[in-house]
């Protein structure tokens, strides 16, 4: 049965986002997967489960509304990040931990594959206006969308580090990258910066050469997404 057309907007991105990364997931082998990502301290298998465990919460996420009113959005839904903190720590190494329990990687991977199909079809099936909760905020579902869809995004930058044959990011989920980061910095990047290498600079995994150190480039990482998963080695 062939899919259906995914609607535009916040659905078109998170399809887009998941579809791109599940392409390169699907090239992964048993020994690509130990290899380094550009999370450093974390390999393949630990980057995939990790993407997982963001899939799983974002099908929990559209199945748990809110009766509150919204207190993020697309943007300010990172804020309270930071990759220092204790919570975070114990987030790295559960994700290593966790991902080296597979005998078989592709166990890992169908897994993969099949929660964010799960949790795409539940976005085709949400309004986006809808009020929902995760990780003690509520925003729309709408904004939930684009986040899930950022965080994919970035990482499927960081695990074509070690597969440069992958597929590279959906169209559609840089522009919410570049969207988000803009909306972080308090500025816009220029339209002439490559949306992957702005993706990478703004959160820390490349330094802006010297024609971006001046004008709009970040002088700091902000967060979604941290690059440094050093805690867990």
């Known amino acids: 049965m062939d899919e259906q057309p995914l609607p535009s907007g916040p659905v078109a991105a998170l ?12 090239t992964v082998t048993d020994e690509h997967s130990w290899t380094p990502t ?18 799983q919460r974002g099908l929990v996420a559209l199945h748990t509304p809110a009766q509150h ?22 987030g790295r190494r559960h994700a290593r931990v966790s991902a080296s329990m597979f ?17 795409v079809h539940a976005a085709r099936s949400t309004p986006p206006e809808t009020v929902v909760a995760t990780q003690g905020h509520v925003l729309t579902a ?9 965080e994919a995004t970035i990482h499927h930058l960081d ?6 044959d992958a597929p590279g990011p959906a169209a559609a989920g840089l522009t919410e ?12 990047a220029p339209s002439t910066w490559d949306g992957a290498r702005y993706a990478r600079m703004a959160t820390g995994r490349a330094t802006p050469s010297r024609p971006n150190r001046s004008g709009s480039a970040p002088t700091s990482p902000v967060y979604p997404c941290s690059a440094d998963q050093r805690a867990c080695t």
């Open 177 to 188: 990258v570049r969207r988000v980061l803009d909306g972080m910095l308090g500025r816009q």
């Open 142 to 150: 709408g904004d939930l969308m684009c986040t899930l869809a950022v």
């Open 103 to 119: 005998l078989h990687v592709e166990q890992l991977l169908d897994l993969y594959q099949e929660t964010t199909g799960a949790v």
């Open 69 to 90: 009113s919204t207190d993020r959005d697309a943007v300010t839904y990172w804020e309270d990040w930071s990759p220092g903190g204790e919570g975070a720590a114990n």
């Open 159 to 164: 695990l074509a580090v070690s597969l440069p």
């Open 15 to 26: 399809g887009s986002s998941y579809g791109a990364l599940r392409a390169v997931v699907a």
């Open 38 to 55: 550009a999370c450093v301290g974390w390999s393949v298998r630990d980057l995939v489960f990790h993407c997982l465990q963001d899939a």
